[in-house]
């Protein structure tokens, strides 16, 4: 069984930056796609970027519109753990952030995702 946490949420100012990790264990997440999601208050959790599993050193990543050029996906299959990189964070990217693991290509379809985290909260002040 794949479990995934998530860790390095906080409060920040706009404009400012976070990185989030998404450590695994019970297995390796080499043969994994990996992928970020958020759910503001009162609304639908929603991609926010993916990742595919590791195939010798081509990567492939894909983004939501909302966070491209802000927003950086990475992985260290070495410590079994995803990022997200965030800059420039604005108060509209406020979530729960949850990292989720498929067998599946990258993708922002949510149901292809197997296996998720509890989440870690951002928030961004104005």
């Known amino acids: 069984q794949l479990q995934l946490v998530e860790s390095g949420g906080g409060l920040v100012q706009a404009g400012g930056s976070l990185r989030l990790s998404c450590a695994a264990s019970?297995?390796?997440?080499?043969?994994?796609?990996m992928g970020w999601f958020r759910q503001a208050p009162g609304n639908e959790r929603v991609f926010v970027a993916a990742?595919?599993?590791?195939?010798?050193?081509?990567?492939?990543?894909s983004y939501a519109d909302s966070v491209k050029g802000r927003f950086i996906i990475s992985r260290d299959n070495a410590r079994n753990t995803v990022y997200l990189q965030m800059t420039s964070l604005k108060p509209e990217d406020t979530a729960v952030y949850y990292c989720?693991?498929?067998?599946?290509?990258?993708?922002?379809?949510?149901?292809?995702?197997?296996?998720w985290g509890q989440g870690t909260q951002v928030t961004v002040s104005s």
């Open positions: 989720a693991a498929t067998l599946s290509g990258a993708t922002s379809a949510q149901h292809l995702y197997t296996y």
């Open positions: 019970g297995r390796t997440l080499i043969s994994y796609s």
């Open positions: 990742i595919n599993r590791s195939r010798g050193s081509t990567m492939y990543t």
